[in-house]
């Protein structure tokens, strides 16, 4: 059985999110900073874990451009898409 994420907005305005995301690490945050970080809209993003055994992760994100949520759909959308393009390369 998977652990449950549950994601806890601690600011959201026109240009900035930060959230806290518990039951979470790495796994989800690093490839999501990776794509955001290539997107010439966002100023910065970062993500930091508390301690490794505590599954509290810290995500910050600000846009020059957008919004932050559209943003992190951006990232989302080619996250997915680059994962379903690897699939056909196996399994075509």
Do not use: C
């Amino acid at each position: 059985m998977s652990p449950v994420l549950r994601l806890e907005i601690l600011k959201l305005d026109d240009k900035y999110l930060e959230l806290k995301a518990k039951g979470e690490t790495y796994t989800l945050f690093s490839p999501l900073v990776e794509y955001l970080s290539n997107d010439p809209d966002v100023e910065y993003v970062q993500f930091d874990v508390d301690h490794p055994l505590q599954e509290n992760a810290y995500f910050k994100l600000k846009v020059k451009r957008g919004n932050p949520l559209e943003a992190i759909q951006r990232a989302v959308n080619a996250i997915l898409s680059d994962l379903e393009e690897l699939e056909r390369g196996f399994f075509s």
